[in-house]
């Protein structure tokens, strides 16, 4: 596709368990983010990855937290041992940044609406 | 003191309307300055992007950046029920070979027809 994708658009777990969150950027595009975005809250930076590594991790808020990326191309978000307080909408996004250089414009997907029950 | 301090609204104007949008920094480092549009249940979009003070014109969106008073504003003329939608600005500085990009939480904007 065209934009960033990312799946589900919806999910509904209950407290405890593990889930994932899909990203597949826009082809070519090296930098990945992931953001989380609550209510009233902002967007909050999660993690930066540039081609498969990950030079910025700081923005993790727990352990439970985990992310990939392979083949400089498709990310997942790993949440492990969900807790209510992680309902939000996970938001990725790719840009055309290299390393060391501002990021440009940053192409977002519409969103993973997670609610942990 | 939060380094982004943006008013979440909720903002309610006519259509026609001009629409000013703000956003405070306290961090003087920051080099490049953003305002990305969101519709309700999509993904942030750029809107406008400038780097030095001073004014950025779009059609009917202007973008000021005054940095000596860390302030930075998006304005909109002859809003329309189409510009309904949240504003988020965001912020940007390069250190050692990193960028920090901060975004504010976002101002509701409904323009009313």
């Known amino acids: 596709g065209a934009g960033v994708s990312q799946s589900p658009s919806n999910k509904v777990t209950e407290k405890g368990k593990d889930v994932e969150l899909r990203c597949d950027p826009i082809?070519?595009?090296?930098?990945l983010y992931w953001y989380r975005q609550s209510l009233g809250q902002g967007l909050e930076f999660l993690i930066y990855f540039q081609g498969n590594s990950a030079p910025d991790k700081s923005g993790l808020p727990s352990d439970r937290f985990s992310a990939e990326r392979t083949g400089g191309s498709v990310s997942t978000l790993t949440i492990q041992r969900t807790q209510q307080e992680d309902s939000a909408v996970y938001l990725c996004a790719s840009s055309t940044r290299t390393s060391g250089r501002r990021a440009g414009e940053l192409f977002f997907g519409e969103g993973s609406r997670l609610t942990v029950l | 003191q939060k380094e982004v301090e943006q008013d979440p609204g909720p903002l309610s104007v006519p259509e026609g309307a001009i629409v000013s949008l703000n956003c405070t920094y306290s961090n003087s480092a920051f080099q490049y300055f953003m305002w990305y549009r969101q519709y309700s249940r999509k993904g942030p979009e750029l809107l406008m992007y400038?780097?030095?003070?001073g004014n950025k014109e779009d059609g009917r969106f202007t973008a000021q950046v005054d940095k000596s008073s860390k302030y930075i504003s998006l304005f909109i003329r002859d809003s329309q029920p189409s510009d309904s939608a949240t504003y988020l600005c965001?912020?940007?500085?390069?250190?050692?070979?990193?960028?920090?990009?901060?975004f504010g939480k976002g101002t509701k904007l409904t323009v009313n027809p």
């Open positions: 400038t780097y030095s003070s």
């Open positions: 082809s070519g595009h090296t930098a």
């Open positions: 965001a912020m940007s500085v390069i250190q050692g070979g990193s960028e920090k990009l901060v």
